[in-house]
């Protein structure tokens, strides 16, 4: 039996933008409802396996039911605008897909569903109808199937609906679930009903009576009187609402089952949409002919340079005055090859490796000139590159500090800061930071409206036919061998990239000056590349044996501390396992606060922090928790980044938060606890080399210092410029109490509030945080405000600007887009004022904390002592100092980032010498 699947395209679009939290494209258009939608029909097409496929969508004219009845549909609220936007999209990219589409003034999509149903329903065919709306449950019959999709903690599933299925749940046959809806009526559509009659009497009515007619004619036996009465007196009412909800089933759309085969939804103009849409997950449903098609989209002549002698020949005859673009193949440390391309879209790939001969031999090309056996070296490749980066006017590239990495294999080497070297991704990434990645095929897709194949993809095409025509057990091929090996179709992937990256960089680059970052990004983000790479060149030290020893302590501790679970609890049970925890918790112990899930009791932190003062076992086992994090994620998770030379290299990137600060991964150095003591004790596995210290700077309440100068409230800026404590000073206004007479409990209710503010806490946050009440929460909050004006003043300003612009800026003039502010979701919208209040405070923070790492960068240079940045958490800098220098360095770096930036408020640092981390925080 063949299957035709009709979908509702508002309903499931309208379900799908309410389902799926915002999310937009590179320009800021929202995406989400599209995004869902298409993940819903996929779905249901894999499920059906369908032959056929159709959707249809109401048109804003009137249709037939509106002029018989002008309020129908009158108490509806207009579409949302991030909805409504997105309407001409899903249409556009169901045309990319050859899907028919089918809309009739006068109709609505339930009409020319119901209609296209009952024309194609047979014993061969069956119709499988897709909408949140239950009115179609009324034409489902032995052929036609009604999918009723429900959202359930982010999980899309689908109830099925034959007649049977119907009369199950609702008592009526399909055909008398009209009678149902037209008596008890309906408030979404406005439909009148009969007044006095619900759902269940309705139901009820129905069911013996079988239509509404027929209870008319038997309205004295209707039950309970008052459902009678009701319905003698509004028949003409309940008869008018039956026409109303009554689905039309001849409606005179043109179609025919060829119209709506499924054949051609994945080709090149849809897989083109789907990259500029940025939906990578889709890109997966797309065949490998397609993927590696759309790799050679991209045209560019390239030539290949296998020899020393004519690659320096090639580069001194280039036009250094004009801007280049350049891609590199890397294999793990080394620089394979790279290209170099120029807007005219010629390019000219360098390749170190085998020997020239063989390599002829293999890419018998014409266009291949070889004079001599001397291949390029990977230092050959080296001074090609800085030669190029010394000459040419603009150099655009993807990744700037990891080039660096790779040239610069000395590490006590400083690389020379150049203007000229614009890293295409960064100034992308300032353009729009809340995008998740700046590869060229993003980069392709939003600054020259095209698609591109990502190398990961590309690579998985390769392989898929590499393993198809060879034996199992074969390795997976390489960009790098591929690029030996000269692979036509990885070559010339190669090649467009650098085009792509030279092409991008110059429009990227004037979007950067149309938003006002030209100077952020040129003081700042450029040179802070440096810095970073730097930084990850030099790595920080690990005393394994500390390590050791700590791994040891905390494994004892846990294994102490799950004994006393155990035993207090009367059970053997997993603590890591929150379906037994919450057994033995709300079940066995018959605690407090349980709240059952699918999956058992709740078991989250916060649950278990609101027992744990009144409950000691449950203190005990949130230490645990901590604990056993502790062991995983350091004790074990750190051993397995140290390299051979006793140090961890880990990652520093700057195009990852949103608001512009510098996170770490691989591993996470930012993310040490500092709280308990085990987490702090981490801080003593790191030490300097043989002979150095460490120096560690932090700023003092930046954030604070920043939000009074921004905000320019007097009162806080007073109380800095007098050098009090500041959380003393608020807790004394706030709370009306003389300084001296501050209780603890006062201070570190003032410091909440202080800190709260900054990122936007409502009354419910701060009373959780407190375990106070709302109301003395939002008291608190009321008198911090009252205390100083300005800065409320200045966060209600932000929200309006963001709701205004779509986005906020910090001082330097880094934006933050805040899609959610403008959502037609609360808790959206709510999240969207608190980014609003806290991006321009954060940023501005991370901007100043930037601009000190670069300050400080230079000046060691510059004073020619030995030193080195090592580390970046925040507000802190962690510097590795030789000893005879570090006073001198720690009072140069304290006086350098004090004067990173000039706020209303001084900045305050104190930096420290020790011989661990933890000695010198």
């Not at 909440?752 to 407190?770: H, P, R």
Request: glycine residues 6%.
């Amino acid at each position: 039996m063949e299957k035709l699947i009709l979908i509702d395209g508002h309903s499931i679009l309208n379900r799908a933008f309410y389902a799926i939290p915002v999310l937009t494209d590179s320009e800021r258009r929202h995406t989400n409802a599209v995004y869902g939608f298409l993940n819903i029909m996929f779905k249901v097409i894999d499920e059906e396996k369908a032959d056929y496929l159709a959707v249809a969508f109401d048109l804003p004219a009137p249709t037939f039911r509106h002029k018989v009845y002008k309020e129908y549909k009158s108490t509806r609220k207009a579409m949302p605008d991030e909805l409504k936007q997105q309407v001409p999209l899903i249409k556009d990219v169901l045309n990319s897909m050859n899907i028919a589409v089918y809309s009739m003034e006068g109709f609505e999509a339930d009409d020319i569903i119901g209609s296209l149903a009952k024309k194609y329903a047979s014993k061969d065919t069956q119709v499988v109808v897709l909408s949140g709306d239950r009115d179609l449950l009324q034409i489902s019959d032995k052929n036609i199937k009604i999918k009723i999709p429900k959202t359930l903690k982010g999980k899309t599933e689908t109830r099925d609906y034959f007649p049977e299925d119907v009369l199950n749940e609702y008592k009526v046959s399909p055909l008398e679930y009209i009678d149902v809806k037209a008596l008890m009526g309906d408030a979404s559509d406005n439909i009148p009903g009969v007044k006095s009659i619900g759902e269940k009497t309705a139901t009820s009515i129905i069911e013996i009576f079988k239509s509404i007619e027929n209870a008319y004619k038997h309205v004295d036996e209707i039950k309970p009187p008052r459902a009678s009465k009701a319905l003698a007196q509004n028949y003409e009412t309940a008869v008018f609402s039956k026409k109303l909800v009554t689905i039309k089933l001849d409606v005179p759309v043109e179609s025919s089952l060829k119209d709506m085969g499924i054949c051609g939804m994945y080709n090149e103009n849809s897989l083109k949409i789907m990259q500029s849409l940025e939906f990578k997950s889709l890109i997966k449903r797309f065949s490998s002919e397609i993927i590696e098609e759309a790799g050679r989209d991209f045209k560019t002549d390239y030539n290949v340079i296998l020899n020393t002698k004519e690659a320096f020949e090639l580069v001194d005859l280039i036009d250094k005055s004009k801007p280049y673009g350049m891609e590199f193949a890397c294999d793990n440390n080394s620089i394979t090859a790279f290209c170099l391309s120029g807007n005219d879209g010629k390019c000219s790939i360098f390749i170190a490796g085998d020997t020239v001969k063989r390599a002829v031999d293999e890419l018998k090309d014409d266009n291949l000139s070889v004079e001599n056996d001397e291949k390029i070296t990977e230092n050959d490749l080296i001074e090609l590159i800085k030669k190029c980066f010394n000459e040419i006017k603009l150099v655009y590239l993807i990744d700037l500090k990891n080039i660096i990495k790779k040239i610069n294999k000395s590490k006590s080497e400083y690389i020379k800061e150049k203007d000229n070297i614009i890293d295409v991704a960064v100034a992308a990434y300032l353009n729009n930071p809340i995008k998740d990645s700046y590869k060229p095929e993003d980069l392709a897709g939003d600054y020259l409206n095209m698609g591109f194949i990502s190398k990961e993809d590309l690579l998985d095409v390769k392989n898929t036919k590499h393993e198809k025509s060879s034996k199992k057990g074969i390795k997976k091929l390489s960009f790098c061998d591929e690029i030996k090996k000269d692979n036509q179709t990885v070559l010339n992937y190669f090649a467009s990239v650098s085009h792509i990256i030279c092409l991008a960089g110059d429009v990227i680059l004037k979007r950067v000056k149309e938003l006002g970052m030209e100077a952020l990004y040129f003081n700042i983000e450029l040179p802070l590349i440096y810095s970073l790479a730097r930084m990850e060149i030099a790595g920080i030290g690990v005393d394994r044996k500390r390590l050791d020893e700590y791994g040891v302590k905390l494994k004892g501790l846990i294994d102490d501390i799950e004994k006393e679970i155990h035993d207090e609890s009367g059970s053997d049970f997993n603590i890591n396992s929150p379906k037994q925890l919450g057994e033995v918790l709300f079940y066995k112990l018959n605690m407090p606060g349980g709240k059952k899930t699918k999956t058992g009791y709740s078991t989250a932190a916060d649950v278990l922090e609101k027992l744990a003062p009144d409950y000691p076992l449950v203190k005990k086992i949130l230490y645990y928790r901590q604990l056993a994090k502790l062991y995983s994620t350091y004790a074990l998770g750190l051993a397995a980044y140290i390299g051979s030379d006793g140090r961890i290299h880990g990652n520093f990137n700057q195009t990852i938060t949103a608001t512009g600060r510098i996170s770490s991964t691989e591993p996470n150095l930012q993310n040490i606890p500092v709280r308990t003591d085990m987490g702090s004790r981490i801080r003593d596995i790191f030490v300097p080399g043989e002979g150095y210290v460490f120096v560690d700077a932090d700023y003092s309440q930046i954030e604070l210092r920043v939000l009074a100068s921004m905000a320019d409230d007097k009162s806080l800026i007073e109380s800095y410029k007098n050098e009090v404590d500041i959380h003393t000073a608020t807790a004394s206004k706030v709370f009306g109490t003389p300084a001296k007479e501050v209780t603890k409990e006062q201070r570190r209710n003032a410091k909440a509030v202080n800190f709260g503010v900054i990122y936007g806490i409502s009354a419910f946050g701060l009373s959780e945080d407190l375990s106070i009440s709302r109301r003395e929460a939002l008291e608190y909050i009321n008198n911090y405000f009252k205390t100083y004006p300005e800065v409320k003043k200045f966060l209600d300003l932000q929200v309006k600007k963001a709701k205004e612009d779509g986005f906020v800026t910090t001082l330097y003039g880094r934006i933050r887009p805040i899609p959610e502010i403008k959502s037609s979701n609360f808790m959206q919208r709510a999240f969207g004022d608190r980014v609003a209040m806290n991006s321009p405070i954060q940023g501005t923070a991370a901007d100043i904390m930037k601009k000190a790492m670069i300050d400080v960068d230079r000046m060691i240079k510059k004073s020619g002592y030995d030193a080195r940045i090592v580390l970046q958490v925040h507000d802190e800098l962690l510097l590795e100092v030789n000893k005879e220098n570090a006073e001198a360095v720690r009072r140069m770096v304290e006086e350098t980032m004090k004067s990173a930036a000039q706020l209303k408020v001084a900045l305050e640092v104190e930096a420290k010498i020790g011989n661990t981390w933890l000695e010198a925080k």
